[in-house]
Nanobody, 115 residues
Framework: VQLVESGGGLVQPGGSLRLSCAAS????????MTWYRQAPGKGRDLVAT????????NYLDSAKGRFTISRDNAKNTAYLQMNSLKPDDTAVYYC?????????WGQGTEVTVSS
């Protein structure tokens, strides 16, 4: 059972990245999916949430209008599209899947926004 993030990297301010979170060993469609981030020296913040069928989403205020969380349950994968990136978005991004019984975390993917 694991979640594997990918898609991080170095991007200039104003640029875009699409993070992916691929699940294996369990069926993602019954789990709420979230993305968290942890900047150097700071705590882990909840960035975005999507319900199991993808009907409802929620975002950190600073991510609203710039980030979009989505999921493709047929591919057992969730995504975080990040546009208009700012230096303050620099962090390690983690995906998390949870339901009433289980919670799983990915290993994280690093995003650096710098010129």
């Amino acid at each position: 059972v694991q979640l594997v993030e990918s898609g991080g990297g170095l991007v200039q301010p104003g640029g875009s990245l699409r993070l992916s979170c691929a699940a294996s060993g369990f069926t993602l469609s019954t789990y709420v999916m979230t993305w968290y981030r942890q900047a150097p020296g700071k705590g882990r913040d909840l960035v975005a949430t999507i319900t199991p069928a993808g009907r409802y989403t929620n975002y950190l205020d600073s991510a609203k209008g710039r980030f979009t969380i989505s999921r493709d349950n047929a591919k057992n994968t969730a995504y975080l599209q990040m546009n208009s990136l700012k230096p303050d978005d620099t962090a390690v991004y983690y995906c998390n899947a949870y339901n009433s019984l289980y919670t799983y975390w990915g290993q994280g993917t690093e995003v650096t926004v710098s010129s």
